[in-house]
C-alpha cells in the first residue's frame, strides 16, 4: 500500500474574509474601468443610432494559454463597451495581444502591424492597440513608437483591465497612448471575460514568475509570482460548474508555487483538493508545472482524483544536469527521471508531455545525447520542441557559446525525429481501445468527422453519425481504430454523457 501524504484541507468558511482583505488599488480601479465601459458604450450606441451599424472589433493573439486567457478578458471588455466582433469588413478597433519568448512571435506582430499601414490610411479612424508580454520590453514600446505611427495605443500586462480607460483616452483626446507599467500588477478581479468555449474555460490562479530561468523573459515582462485568493478562484469555479463547463484548465507560470506569496496556508495541492471537492466539472486540468516544486502531495491529489485528468506537463529543457544548471533549473537528468518515475508508480497510464530546449549556448554533442536518453528513457506522449531563442536582456543572451544554426537546427530534427516516433508508438498501443473523448466540435478540414481529446490530451476524431444531432461539449466514448503520430482515429460507441 501507498503511503498517502496527509493534506490538511482548509473549511471553505475559513476564506469568506479574504476577499475583502483582497480589496486593493487594483479593485478600486475596476470599479472606475466600469464608468469609462459605460461611456465608450454610450458613444458607441450613439453611433449605432445614427448609422445603423455597431463598431466592430478584432482581438489577434500571440503566445501561450495565459494570453489566450487574457484574450477573452480584451473581448469581454470590448463587449461591455458596445463592439461586436468583425465579420468580413474593416474592423473599427484592432487589438494585437503580443508574445515575447521567441523572436519569430515578436517578428510576426511587426509584420501584421506594418501590413496595417496602408489600411490605417483609408480608414483614419480605425483605432490598433498592442498589448501583451511585448510591450513590456523598452525597445519595443520605442519600436513602435518610432516606426509604427499608425498604432494608436499600447499598455502592457500589467495594467490590462486598464484597457478601457487607455482607450477612452485614446478616443476622447485624440492622441496616442502609451501606457506601460513597470511594477509588478495587482491581482485585480471582476474583470469582464468572453470566453471562446461552452464547455472549457481557463482559470489564472497566478500571475508571474520568480524563477528566472536564465533564456525566459517571461519574470521580466510579467513580474514577480502573485496568487489569487483561494476564495475569488473557487467563487468563479463554481460559477462555471453551474454553467455546464466540463473542463477547467488553471493556469500559471508555475502553477506548483501556487499560494507562496499568500498566508493562508493554502498551497497547489490544497487548491486542487479543494475545487475538486466544491465542484463537479469531470475534468480539471493544470499548466505550467516547474518539477522542482511538484510536490508529493501534489501527486498524491491527482492520484486520489479522477476527476483531474491523467495528464501531466513538465517541461524537462534540457537532459543534461550541466545544461541545466547554466539554464538555473534548479534541478538535475537524476532528480527528474526520479519525479518522472514516482508520478508513473502513483498514477498508472499518466500521459506526460514536456518542453525541450535544443541548441541552448554551450550545448555539446554530449549534451544532446543525453537530452535524447531522456526522452528515450520516459518516452514522453508528446513534446514542445524549440531552437533556443536569445531573448534581449535574460543571462543567456550574454552567454559566449552561442550554437551556430545549423548546429541547432540539425540537432532539433534528430529530436523530433526521435519523440514524433515515440508519439506514433504510444498512440498505436490505443488502437483497440475505448476512450473518453470531450467532443470540442466539427473537424476543422472535414466537417463530417468531429474532433476532440481525451484526458491524457490526444487528439481523436471520429464519424460524425448524425447531422441532426450536435455532440460538441460532451464526454463520449470513442473506439481508437487507427493511430497516427499527432491523433487517433476511432468509431463513436457510446455518447450518453
Ligand atoms: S519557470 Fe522558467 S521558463 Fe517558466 S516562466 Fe518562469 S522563468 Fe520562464
Known amino acids: 500500500m501507498h503511503d498517502r501524504t496527509m493534506i490538511r484541507v482548509p473549511d471553505l468558511d475559513d476564506f469568506s474574509g479574504s ?34 451599424r455597431k463598431r466592430t472589433y478584432e482581438v489577434r493573439n500571440f503566445g501561450c494559454q495565459m494570453n489566450e486567457h487574457d484574450a477573452e478578458k480584451l473581448r469581454g471588455m470590448l463587449h461591455e463597451m458596445g463592439y461586436v466582433p468583425n465579420q468580413d469588413e474593416v474592423p473599427d478597433l484592432i487589438v494585437f495581444n503580443t508574445c515575447c519568448v521567441r523572436e519569430n512571435a515578436e517578428e510576426k506582430v511587426y509584420g501584421h502591424i506594418g501590413a496595417l499601414k496602408s489600411l490605417k490610411r483609408d480608414k483614419e479612424d480605425m483605432i490598433i492597440a498592442v498589448c501583451g508580454c511585448m510591450t513590456e520590453q523598452e525597445h519595443v514600446v520605442q519600436e513602435i513608437r518610432k516606426k509604427y505611427e499608425n498604432v494608436d495605443l499600447v499598455f502592457g500586462t500589467h495594467n490590462l483591465h486598464r484597457f478601457p480607460e487607455l482607450l477612452h483616452k485614446c478616443i476622447f483626446t485624440n492622441t496616442r497612448v502609451f501606457e506601460i507599467s513597470n511594477t509588478d500588477g495587482e491581482v485585480v478581479e471582476g474583470v469582464p471575460v468572453l470566453r471562446d468555449s461552452d464547455f472549457k474555460a481557463w482559470v489564472t490562479i497566478m500571475y508571474g514568475c520568480n524563477n528566472f530561468c536564465s533564456y525566459c523573459i517571461v519574470p521580466y515582462v510579467r513580474g514577480r509570482e502573485r496568487s489569487r485568493a483561494v476564495c475569488d478562484i473557487l467563487a468563479e469555479v463554481v460559477e462555471l460548474d453551474k454553467a455546464g463547463i466540463k473542463e477547467i484548465t488553471l493556469l500559471g507560470q508555475n502553477v506548483n508555487s501556487y499560494g507562496h506569496d499568500r498566508r493562508d496556508g493554502v498551497d497547489f495541492a490544497t487548491l486542487l483538493k479543494l475545487i475538486c471537492d466544491s465542484t463537479s466539472i469531470p475534468r480539471i486540468r493544470f499548466m505550467t508545472s516547474h518539477p522542482k516544486d511538484l510536490s508529493d502531495e501534489l501527486i498524491e491529489v491527482m492520484a486520489n482524483n479522477e476527476r483531474i485528468c491523467r495528464h501531466l506537463h513538465l517541461p524537462v529543457q534540457s537532459g543534461s544536469t550541466r545544461i541545466l544548471e547554466k539554464m538555473n533549473r534548479k534541478y538535475t537528468k537524476e532528480k527528474y527521471l526520479e519525479l518522472v518515475k514516482k508520478v508513473k508508480e502513483r498514477i498508472p497510464g499518466i500521459a506526460l508531455s514536456t518542453d525541450i530546449i535544443v541548441g541552448f549556448p554551450g550545448e555539446t554533442e554530449e549534451d544532446f545525447n543525453e537530452t535524447l536518453s531522456v526522452v528515450e528513457e520516459v518516452r514522453f506522449d508528446s513534446a514542445f520542441t524549440f531552437i533556443y531563442s536569445k531573448r534581449t536582456g535574460t543571462p543567456a543572451a550574454r552567454f559566449e557559446d552561442q550554437i551556430p544554426e545549423e548546429v541547432a537546427k540539425e540537432r532539433f530534427n534528430r529530436l523530433l525525429e526521435l519523440q514524433n516516433s515515440i508519439s506514433r508508438e504510444i498512440n498505436e498501443s490505443y488502437v483497440g481501445r475505448n476512450v473518453e473523448v470531450l467532443v470540442e466540435g466539427l473537424s476543422r478540414t472535414n ?51
Open 447 to 497: 466537417d463530417k468527422k468531429y474532433t476532440g481529446r481525451t484526458e491524457g490530451n490526444k487528439v481523436v476524431n471520429f464519424d460524425r453519425m448524425d447531422e441532426n444531432i450536435d455532440l460538441s461539449g460532451r464526454i463520449v466514448t470513442v473506439r481508437i481504430d487507427s493511430a497516427q503520430t499527432w491523433s487517433l482515429n476511432g468509431t463513436l460507441v457510446n455518447s450518453k454523457n
Open 19 to 52: 476577499a475583502e482583505e483582497n480589496i486593493n488599488a487594483g479593485q478600486i480601479d475596476i470599479e472606475k474601468q466600469h464608468l469609462y465601459m459605460e461611456q465608450i458604450r454610450d458613444r458607441n450606441d450613439m453611433y449605432f443610432a445614427e448609422k445603423n
